[in-house]
């Protein structure tokens, strides 16, 4: 561990040129196209970046129309932001000249340096350290860069995420784990305010990342990957100070023995034991997830559930083994599902076919084509049971492919996903108490892409109307019982 | 719990006229072709059942040209199996008639019975009960029947199963799941040799059927979804004797006090504790599992893989934090990722891109876009280490998206998944140690469902050179697990 004097101090205003940046400088690009400069400026005009971008490269020439300065004191302009691709040889030389251009930041995509394990490859680090501490920020080395939807940054490759704006920030020590989970995010319907993937952490990493999206007020649930981090104690100050203002979601990579040895030559980090881990992270009330994908539906949970803790719910769905699963599933998250008193199970049944229903809560409603009306009263009736804190409505659309074999018409026209989301939101509304929705599919082989489609299009209704969709109801349960786990012990700590 | 001498004993015979029956007698069909019945018809019909079905409605009348008769006894030919879906009160009746025209069996798809809780359902399930003892047995009531895609018979709705057999059986109190498991199967890959849904089990139950199943030939691996059992003594006697011959893969629903509701109001099973079932399934060396999808990744892994244990693996993967979480998994599963020795490391690394990768052990090949070719040899080099006993290799075909993006062609033209198909079954017969593949794909939003497709037909090349495909590595790791729990106990006990 180094000391804290090491680390550069940011202020809002570089924060704001590092992730707004009004000019960018590319440094390392080939004329050919080829190569992460050229694919980094490509993805940039891609995604709609669309303020001055400098190409650097000693050969000269164009790419795109545009001209390629031979050296980066020839920019006729200052940048605010520097992306760094040229070999590690060559990064200090290059990252000094955007420090005397003045740019707030240099992104280094470049690999060479301390991961390789080499004196050769630290003591290139080291120099990118020192140029650091004489006034530019340094995001990297051998990482993917910045992406942030509303300045139309982007990560290495990214070209095709989305440009919509949202509560999640994500630093990672993976740039491909940054990647993914920009992907997954999006196909989720999660939306970002900023993702950095920072690499071997050369300069600006976990601790300082963390107190600014901390305090940024775009920023409602902050996302960490970390193989290691450079100060302990600072990390969990900070950690424990910035939970108390919103939930940070963190996975900890290589805390096995071999998971330790991938550490060192991916990001060159320390890691640190198993168990040192899990205590620090709990009495920090920070919410330690196992991979990517449990990390998305965690963070779908927060940024679309209230602040606060569920703890007796209703569950209505299309198959008595589903209700039993919910059940089970429940108690394993520390969740209970109490039955509903006779009149108010009365009034349930009153509205299913019969028989083969149940109306005890799980609610089976018994068949997969119950009209979305029906399931609106079922679900209004079901709240109003004081005890209800939120609800989980499984649907079962993909039985409609036999629909849509029978008439003849596409599945995404028979099933009544649309009209099911808007009615959802209207018991949310006039209830007051969430809903989540289970979008159950089985069917996702190669004869069934139209399904896969159709349950995709379904997210996107349930989402665009703030109605979290999970894929199944264990990892509904799961994701439900992290956002309790928070603000239980967020609650707790505020008596 | 009743007496056994209350259970029917079959003979083979009995079973064949089941499982492939010459004909079929649906009960119960309406000529306007709603309802269970002319489902059932038309379900048989579609999936290619090309023999014999007589159709039952008083109301006489025809169906798709066929006559529909308006008794049982008028049905101008015996019949070996017999598809009850009339009302409840009406099912003993029609049960006396198939008796009595020689059924070996019939499925009772109707529900009404013991599972409403109420002294009629009881009294009526006893009726059935006691017409089954006379010499037809039952299969149901509250039930979705057989699918056997060697006879052609299917569960409803089933109509777009598979056809193609394959050693994967299923018993299954859940009628949606035994739909649900045949649908996610198919997705993934397995074929079934039997699925039967029971429902509440008033006759033919699970300890026949697991009996059946472990010494049905064309079973290897057999399912079983089990809300409550009938003779808990038979049940684990017959297991624990079936699973020294093949493994047994069980969900055991309703453990908790919410789910054991359910259960009564599903199929009118008592349930039992937690602690007293998995102990139990622990002692007879059954593998449980908590869900449906679980169940299959299991199957997967068993029908795929050498019977044994795997402890040594190797991980190739593309992209560092894999290899990391790869490294974590595999700790958390008790599998071992055992560093490659300098010599091996080094040919391995000269294969690979530089700077980026590692060869350590797990393999970072750095790049999602290394050839098939490459691939191959680090395999094979992998391989050439004595310790490890199964390799894991992480795909990331998404990438390709990018290609498909720069070039204009289909991403499924641009990926190279049929040639790594074909180079991966290479190397398991070159060095007879079994791959494992994970089909890592984070783009699955509508504006990717070219990737998702993509990566589906992936799955299936892997799948046709019998390789398994796992979405995710942990999925992967917790599947081989599995093999080992039962592999290493069933190694013990044969010790």
Redesign the interface.
């Known amino acids: 561990m180094e000391s804290k004097a090491d680390s550069n101090s940011t202020d809002q205003t570089q924060f704001d040129r590092i992730f707004h940046p009004e000019n960018i400088a590319v440094i390392g690009v080939s004329s050919k196209g080829a190569g992460f400069g050229a694919g980094m400026f490509f993805a940039l005009r891609a995604i709609g970046y669309e303020k001055d971008i400098f190409l650097v490269n000693p050969k000269g020439g164009s790419l795109a129309g545009q001209p390629i300065y031979k050296r980066i004191e020839d920019i006729p302009h200052g940048f605010d932001l520097a992306i760094i691709t040229v070999t ?1 040889g060559a990064v200090p030389g290059a990252l000094e000249e955007c420090r005397r251009k003045g740019a707030a930041a240099a992104q280094i995509l470049s ?2 340096f301390r ?2 394990n080499t004196d050769e490859g630290r003591a290139l680090e080291e120099q990118v350290r020192q140029i650091a501490r004489k006034g530019i920020r340094v995001i990297g080395p ?1 990482c993917f860069g910045i992406y942030c939807p509303q300045s139309g940054l982007t990560v290495l ?1 990214g ?2 995420l989305s440009r919509k704006t949202g509560p999640v920030a994500f630093c ?6 940054a ?3 920009a ?2 995010g ?2 989720m319907g999660l939306a970002f305010s900023k993702i950095v993937s920072f690499g071997n952490g050369a300069d600006l990493r976990e601790t300082e990342l963390l107190d600014y999206f901390g305090n940024d007020s775009q920023t409602g649930v902050i996302n960490m ?1 970390i ?1 290691g981090v450079k100060d302990g104690e600072a990390f969990f100050d900070t950690l424990k100070n910035i939970t108390q203002k919103k939930p940070v979601i963190i996975i900890k ?11 060192l ?3 060159a980090s320390m890691g640190g034991s198993r168990v040192i881990w899990q205590s620090l992270l709990k009495q920090a009330n920070a919410v330690q997830v ?4 449990e990390m998305a539906r965690t963070t779908l949970a927060f940024t679309r559930l209230p602040a606060r803790v569920f703890r007796q719910i209703s569950v209505l769905g ?15 998250h520390g969740i ?4 509903f008193e006779p009149g108010l199970r009365g009034q349930i049944e009153d509205l299913l076919p019969r ?2 229903s ?1 109306a ?3 609610v ?1 409603v018994a068949n997969p084509y119950v009209r979305p009306e029906i399931l609106e009263q079922v679900m209004e009736l079901a709240a109003a049971d004081k005890r209800i804190e939120l609800q989980i409505l499984i649907t079962l659309f ?2 409609y ?2 629909f849509s ?1 029978l008439t003849g018409k596409p599945v995404r026209e028979v099933t009544p996903y649309a009209e099911l989301a808007e009615r959802v939101e209207k018991v949310v509304q006039k209830t007051g108490k969430p809903v989540v929705v289970v979008l ?1 599919n ?8 139209d399904v ?2 159709m349950i ?2 379904a997210r ?1 209704a349930f989402m665009q109307r703030q109605i979290p969709a999970f894929d ?1 109801l ?1 990892e509904a349960m799961e994701a439900i019982a992290r956002v309790n786990q928070y603000y239980n012990t967020k609650g707790k700590a505020n008596e």
Chains 1, 2 share one sequence.
């Open positions: 590690a690999s060479g991961e390789l051998n490759p070209a095709d990672s020590q993976s740039g491909g784990m990647v993914d989970f992907n997954t999006k196909s990957y193989e990579g290589g805390l096995s023995a071999a998971g330790s040895r991938a550490v030559s991916h990001t196992n991979d990517m994908e299309g198959g008595g083994a589903l209700g039993v699963g919910a059940a089970d599933a429940a108690e394993t209970s599902i109490p039955a028989p083969g149940s005890a809560n799980p089976d993909h039985h492919k036999n074999a159950n089985p069917k996702r082989g190669t004869d069934h892409m896969v489609e995709q299009e996107q199944s264990n």
